[in-house]
């Protein structure tokens, strides 16, 4: 018996070697295949259903929980929020998404950004069907969709179906189905689409849920069919259901991430029946904090906290330009209550002569200026960071100075964010100035500033709303070339500078006084701090699903091939014996 044991042993330890070195003939694990989930047997052949819908919302399905897709997902790994494309540098397009579902890599490389399929470069980044008929053991695909365009672009060295309508092609589709060979089999569908189009994108939409209806249906009578399949019980079968683009949505924006965007925002069911339930959920983007360090600023006679240009030239206004000044400020005193200190002017003294300051008045704020009567935001003393944004138009057909503040332009009761303006001169001698200012009327004011921006146009509302809430500028910002000054702080923390960013000229803020810093790391709903790419990837992408079929199919994906997925391991019920 003894001598068994250690022929067993020895004959372990030699497999165990042998699967170690194979494995490192493979670029990519295959995760699908790890442990104890492998296929039941050496002779069955590992088959997939792929599913795009366009137009179908991961939201709305989540609400509407069509009976038998619902019933798959538990055998699946589903997320109601999966992306299309983790940017937002374009409108993505059903096209676009059908593109990266196909080739494996997102529109910055396949160049489809809009409804044309032909810019698509399959040279570079071929679709999954070119891989597969490629690969060493040649497998065959199929492609049905009512749309042309969908076959010729995409549907190289696939069978190709063209039928007229979704019923045609999911008819066409449980045809082959029945005794095709074909091992990825690829249903495009758009009705989903069309209804959301003619009405709204939701579960409160009585058309929208009878296209989803139907498309649970269709979905149930495709696996219906592989299930009769005469080879079945020697095929691995996983089917996928995704989204091509997401909703249309006329909801407003708060979230201007790609998890914000209603297109991006898609449905991803990945079914077997070995696959026990999995819900991936979509991560919060505001729950991302606002950390960096920024100036005190207090008031007192003896403790004044002051920071100045050397040029007293520098941002002088004139007579006709167009403006925009962005800051983020926060009492260090919550509820603080202080009268008319001035934070930031380019103003000889006060509330008089040429120029414009931003100044506190109770609990909201203001803006003065030579050439406007006072424009208010609402109250911003409650200890929390707030951005703050004024804005001289002056090119316009009506010259106005507006504020915003937290992207919108909301004010006080009584008080204006928005007042004409006249056409008077704010050039003078005095320089750009943080923090205590001749004239002010409080010396108890304790306040914290940092992001101070400055730009040669005027930002739109929607502008503001967009951008006024991001906390680190580049030069991948859309308005970098109007960015004439820029002095976050960030990287000043424990110095007495404020250094300039744009390196336009501008200049640094000296700082005077008793300065001191404080260093934070808080959630701010209204800002957008960097996000890493990781963030993104913490659900399914459209990308993912040709490297989930890559793997199911057991071809191994090569690095050569510079796809943008990665693979999602499911929970298994089913496990070899």
Same mark, same amino acid.
């Given at each position: 018996?003894?001598? *068994?044991f250690k022929t067993f042993k020895y004959i372990s330890l030699a497999l165990g070697t042998l699967m170690v070195f194979g494995a490192c003939n493979k670029d990519f694990p295959n995760l699908l295949q790890n442990f104890n989930e492998a296929k039941d047997s050496p002779e069955s052949r590992d088959k997939v259903l792929l599913v795009i819908v366009d137009g179908l919302s991961g939201p709305?399905?989540?609400?509407?929980?069509?009976?038998?897709?619902?019933?798959?997902?538990?055998?699946?790994?589903?997320?109601?929020?999966?992306?299309?494309? +983790?940017?937002?540098?374009?409108?993505?397009?059903?096209?676009?998404?059908?593109?990266?579902?196909?080739?494996?890599?997102?529109?910055?490389?396949?160049?489809? =950004?809009?409804?044309?399929? !032909?810019?698509?470069?399959?040279?570079?980044?071929? /679709?999954?069907?070119?891989?597969?008929?490629?690969?060493? =053991?040649?497998?065959?695909?199929?492609?049905?969709?009512?749309?042309?365009?969908?076959?010729?672009?995409?549907?190289?060295?696939?069978?190709?179906?063209?039928?007229?309508?979704?019923?045609?092609?999911?008819?066409? @589709?449980?045809?082959?189905?029945?005794?095709? &060979?074909?091992?990825?089999? =690829?249903?495009?569908?758009? &009705?989903?689409?069309? @209804?959301?189009?003619?009405?709204?994108?939701?579960?409160?939409?009585?058309?929208?849920?009878?296209?989803?209806?139907?498309?649970?249906?269709?979905?149930?009578?495709?696996?219906?069919?592989?299930?009769?399949?005469?080879?079945?019980?020697?095929?691995?079968?996983?089917?996928?259901?995704?989204?091509?683009?997401?909703?249309?949505?006329?909801?407003?924006?708060?979230?201007?991430?790609?998890?914000?965007?209603?297109?991006?925002?898609?449905?991803?069911?990945?079914?077997?029946?070995?696959? @026990?339930?999995?819900?991936? %959920?979509?991560?919060?983007?505001?729950?991302?904090?606002?950390?960096?360090?920024?100036?005190?600023? /207090? *008031?007192?006679?003896?403790?004044?906290?002051?920071?100045?240009?050397?040029?007293?030239?520098?941002?002088?206004?004139?007579?006709?330009?167009?403006?925009?000044?962005?800051?983020?400020?926060?009492?260090?005193?919550?509820?603080?209550?202080?009268?008319?200190?001035?934070?930031?002017?380019?103003?000889?003294?006060?509330?008089?002569?040429?120029?414009?300051?931003?100044?506190? &008045?109770?609990?909201?704020?203001?803006?003065? !200026? !030579?050439?406007?009567?006072?424009?208010?935001?609402?109250?911003?003393?409650?200890?929390?960071?707030?951005?703050?944004? @004024?804005?001289?138009?002056?090119?316009?057909?009506?010259?106005?100075?507006?504020?915003?503040?937290?992207? /919108?332009?909301?004010?006080?009761?009584?008080?204006?964010?928005?007042?004409?303006?006249?056409?008077?001169?704010?050039?003078?001698?005095? %320089?750009?100035?943080?923090?205590?200012?001749?004239?002010?009327?409080? /010396?108890?004011?304790?306040?914290?500033?940092?992001?101070?921006?400055?730009?040669?146009?005027?930002?739109?509302?929607?502008?503001?709303?967009?951008?006024?809430?991001?906390?680190?500028?580049?030069?991948?910002?859309?308005?970098?070339?109007?960015?004439?000054? *820029?002095? +976050?702080?960030?990287?000043?923390?424990?110095?007495?500078?404020?250094?300039?960013?744009?390196?336009?000229?501008?200049?640094?803020?000296?700082?005077?006084?008793?300065?001191?810093?404080?260093?934070?790391?808080?959630?701010? +709903?209204?800002?957008?701090? +960097?996000? &890493?790419?990781?963030?993104?990837?913490?659900?399914?992408?459209?990308?993912?699903? %040709?490297?989930?079929?890559?793997?199911?199919?057991?071809?191994?994906?090569?690095?050569?091939?510079?796809?943008?997925?990665?693979?999602?391991? %499911?929970? *298994?019920?089913?496990?070899?014996?």
């Amino acid at each position: 018996m003894i001598k *068994y044991f250690k022929t067993f042993k020895y004959i372990s330890l030699a497999l165990g070697t042998l699967m170690v070195f194979g494995a490192c003939n493979k670029d990519f694990p295959n995760l699908l295949q790890n442990f104890n989930e492998a296929k039941d047997s050496p002779e069955s052949r590992d088959k997939v259903l792929l599913v795009i819908v366009d137009g179908l919302s991961g939201p709305a399905m989540q609400d509407i929980a069509p009976t038998n897709i619902d019933l798959m997902t538990r055998n699946g790994l589903v997320t109601y929020g999966s992306l299309a494309d +983790p940017t937002t540098d374009f409108e993505v397009t059903n096209q676009s998404v059908a593109a990266s579902l196909l080739t494996g890599v997102n529109s910055a490389k396949n160049k489809v =950004v809009g409804s044309d399929l !032909s810019p698509i470069d399959l040279n570079k980044y071929p /679709t999954i069907f070119t891989k597969l008929k490629q690969n060493a =053991v040649s497998r065959k695909s199929s492609l049905f969709t009512s749309d042309a365009k969908y076959g010729s672009s995409l549907g190289k060295d696939a069978e190709v179906k063209v039928e007229s309508n979704d019923v045609a092609v999911v008819n066409a @589709a449980s045809t082959s189905l029945s005794n095709t &060979e074909s091992d990825l089999n =690829v249903i495009h569908l758009t &009705e989903v689409d069309k @209804a959301g189009k003619s009405s709204t994108y939701s579960a409160a939409d009585t058309k929208y849920v009878a296209a989803i209806n139907v498309l649970d249906k269709q979905v149930q009578s495709l696996w219906e069919t592989i299930k009769k399949r005469a080879s079945f019980n020697t095929e691995n079968w996983v089917v996928i259901v995704t989204s091509g683009r997401g909703a249309v949505s006329t909801d407003p924006i708060t979230d201007f991430t790609p998890y914000g965007d209603s297109k991006r925002d898609t449905y991803t069911l990945f079914y077997s029946p070995k696959f @026990a339930r999995k819900i991936v %959920p979509r991560p919060n983007s505001k729950d991302i904090p606002f950390v960096a360090n920024a100036t005190r600023y /207090t *008031y007192a006679s003896n403790n004044q906290v002051i920071g100045k240009l050397a040029d007293v030239n520098k941002f002088n206004m004139g007579t006709g330009s167009d403006w925009t000044m962005t800051l983020f400020l926060k009492h260090n005193v919550a509820n603080a209550s202080y009268n008319y200190p001035i934070f930031f002017a380019k103003r000889v003294e006060g509330f008089t002569g040429a120029g414009w300051n931003f100044f506190l &008045e109770g609990n909201y704020w203001g803006f003065n !200026s !030579s050439i406007a009567g006072q424009a208010f935001g609402p109250t911003i003393n409650d200890g929390e960071w707030h951005a703050l944004t @004024a804005v001289i138009k002056r090119s316009g057909s009506q010259d106005s100075v507006y504020v915003y503040t937290d992207g /919108t332009n909301a004010t006080v009761s009584g008080k204006s964010s928005q007042v004409g303006a006249n056409g008077n001169n704010l050039d003078n001698s005095s %320089p750009l100035t943080l923090g205590y200012n001749p004239g002010n009327g409080n /010396t108890d004011c304790n306040i914290s500033i940092c992001n101070v921006q400055i730009y040669n146009r005027a930002f739109s509302a929607e502008e503001v709303k967009r951008y006024g809430g991001v906390t680190h500028i580049d030069e991948s910002y859309p308005f970098w070339s109007n960015l004439q000054g *820029y002095w +976050p702080g960030y990287g000043d923390v424990n110095t007495t500078v404020l250094t300039e960013k744009t390196g336009k000229g501008a200049g640094n803020f000296k700082l005077t006084g008793p300065v001191a810093w404080t260093s934070f790391n808080e959630l701010v +709903p209204f800002f957008q701090p +960097p996000i &890493e790419e990781s963030f993104y990837r913490l659900v399914p992408n459209a990308v993912d699903v %040709p490297f989930m079929i890559y793997q199911w199919l057991g071809v191994s994906v090569e690095s050569s091939w510079n796809l943008d997925g990665k693979s999602w391991t %499911p929970n *298994y019920t089913q496990i070899r014996k």
